[in-house]
């Protein structure tokens, strides 16, 4: 029936065969006769290991919920490339992601 699929597509698009997709925008992507699944552990391993952040504990609150925010008196600089870069990396897993939007967002 894939290939009929397939054949199909190509028949009416104009397509080329690049082998079975098994990863795409950040998802893991795998075929079964039963079903398509999704997966983003990579994704998220990856972000880990780009941020240094492998050994942070994981929480049931993504919020911090006793952190008090104060001014920065020394004025300390921020590498806000790296900044962009991890707020720009987790609002795409957040929006890819329906769970964790609305624990982020609640």
């Known amino acids: 029936m894939c290939e009929e699929f397939v054949a199909a597509m190509q028949g009416e698009f104009e397509m080329s065969m690049m082998g079975e ?9 795998k075929q079964l ?3 398509t699944f999704l997966s983003q ?3 998220c391993f990856d972000l880990l290991k780009k941020f240094k952040m492998e050994d ?11 952190c ?3 001014a ?3 004025r300390n600089q921020v590498d806000s490339t790296k900044y962009r870069g991890l707020i720009g990396s987790l609002l795409y897993l957040t929006a890819s992601r329906l ?6 967002c609640l």
């Open 56 to 66: 942070c504990k994981e929480t049931a609150t993504p919020i911090a919920t006793n």
């Open 68 to 70: 008090l925010m104060d």
């Open 33 to 35: 006769k039963h079903g």
């Open 72 to 74: 920065d008196e020394a």
């Open 21 to 29: 997709l098994t990863y795409f925008l950040g998802l893991q992507v």
């Open 41 to 43: 552990s990579t994704y």
């Open 99 to 104: 769970n964790i939007q609305f624990g982020v």
